[in-house]
């Protein structure tokens, strides 16, 4: 006789099932953007390349092995490893790019620039990042 109590249930429970499908696809959504784990070995790469400019001197030849992250960059539509690392010397960034459109930015402390970056694209051994560094003075000059 009291439809009204039966109608409270129903609605009740369509809501539930509405808010389980919303939180089972935002999960969903989560998995698959951490899939490859592209953010963290961003962070990993640019942490490491700021504490290894912290610590650089003018001269320094670096030779980088990039292989994991031009991996991950191809998996993600990156296809030129050219593009994964970039060094900004006037706002003294190291930037690590392994999918389109986003980035990890890290900072780096040092009075140094980076130059010569090259990466070298190896059969065997994977991809090597190369670069020199030195200081703002010496590059204005040449």
């Not at 009204?4 to 939180?23: E, K, M, P, Q, T």
């Not at 593009?83 to 986003?102: A, H, N, W």
């Not at 900072?107 to 090259?118: A, G, I, L, M, T």
Request: glycine residues 8%; proline residues 2%; hydrophobic residues 45%.
């Amino acid at each position: 006789m009291n439809r009204r109590g039966a109608g409270d249930i129903l609605s009740g429970n369509i809501l539930y099932v509405i808010l389980v499908i919303i939180f089972t696809i935002g999960v969903f959504m989560i998995i698959m953007q951490n899939q490859n784990n592209a953010h963290q070995w961003e962070e990993l790469y640019a942490k490491e390349l700021a504490l290894l400019l912290n610590r650089a001197e003018s001269g320094d030849l670096y030779i980088i092995d990039i292989q994991k992250a031009s991996e991950i960059a191809v998996k993600n539509g990156i296809g030129d490893p050219r593009y994964i690392i970039k060094f900004d010397g006037q706002s003294r960034e190291v930037i690590v790019s392994l999918k389109p459109g986003m980035g990890t930015t890290f900072h780096y402390f040092s009075n140094v620039v980076v130059s010569d970056v090259k990466v070298d694209a190896l059969d065997t051994s994977g991809n090597k990042l190369s670069f020199k560094v030195v200081t703002p003075e010496i590059l204005e000059v040449k």
